[in-house]
């Protein structure tokens, strides 16, 4: 099975921007169609982003269509999401996810999980 570390998460100022890593081990990523989520306290779990293995496909929420972007270098094994113009409701943890089967798109069950970073953004 497939380990993913999330990293890149941090404190940023609302109109400010980072990018989030996922590093895979244990398995190459370039069979996996991959995937990322949020959940802020008190609230349910929100699709993000996903990108299908190859890179050649992507979607995303609507909460944050035009503002992130997911890619992907299976090279390095690492996925990513470029977050611009972070908002005040973009406060989160974020997570990592993966799905093995390359055939299923869009992802319908994302079978591993990262441990999650943490985004805050302040006003």
């Known amino acids: 099975q497939v380990q993913l570390v999330e990293s890149g998460g941090g404190l940023v100022q609302a109109g400010g921007s980072l990018r989030l890593s996922c590093a895979a081990s244990?398995?190459?990523?370039?069979?996996?169609?991959m995937g990322w989520f949020r959940q802020a306290p008190g609230k349910e779990r929100e699709f993000v982003a996903a990108?299908?293995?190859?890179?050649?496909?992507?979607y995303y929420g609507d909460s944050v269509k035009g503002r992130f972007t997911i890619s992907r270098d299976n090279a390095k094994n690492t996925v990513y999401l470029q977050m611009n113009s972070l908002q005040l409701e973009d406060t989160a943890v974020y997570y990592c996810?993966?799905?093995?089967?390359?055939?299923?798109?869009?992802?319908?069950?994302?079978?591993?999980w990262g441990q999650g970073t943490q985004v805050t953004v302040s006003s």
């Open positions: 996810a993966a799905d093995s089967n390359a055939r299923s798109w869009p992802v319908t069950d994302f079978g591993s």
């Open positions: 990108i299908r293995w190859s890179g050649g496909s992507r």
């Open positions: 244990g398995r190459t990523l370039s069979r996996y169609n």
